[in-house]
């Protein structure tokens, strides 16, 4: 059985929708296959941080920044937690939408102009 920690919620303004989109998630991961563990990010800190190693990946599920921005990304890596979704630098560049902008009208995307 693999060991899932969903980790989710956050401080941004968009707690309440990550709540909801790992709920979501968690609905649908099979319990015969899967062992989920729920974990309100960053209030269950210490909780998960007495449990990490038990765990075979993390699902970072977040909206708005402490989660979207790499922090949480960089986080697991530190303790050597494999996640899902893309790592630090992808995160800390894709919360910045302007720079995402230029990074990809520079790679000839076209891309709408922004205020």
Known sequence: MISIAILASGTSSERDIAIQSAGEV??????????????DFPND??????HYKTFDIAL?????????????????????????????????????????KVLCAAAGMSVPRGV
Do not use: M, N
Not at 26 to 39: G, S
Not at 45 to 50: A, G, I, V
């Open 26 to 39: 968690q609905k649908y991961l099979d319990t015969k296959k899967y062992k989920v563990t729920f974990f």
């Open 45 to 50: 800190l210490q909780k998960f941080l007495e």
């Open 60 to 100: 970072p599920i977040f909206h708005g920044s402490c989660g979207k921005d790499g922090t949480v990304q960089g986080f697991l890596e530190t303790l050597g937690i494999h996640y899902t979704f893309s790592g630090v630098a992808t995160h800390a560049l894709a919360i910045d939408k302007h720079r995402t």
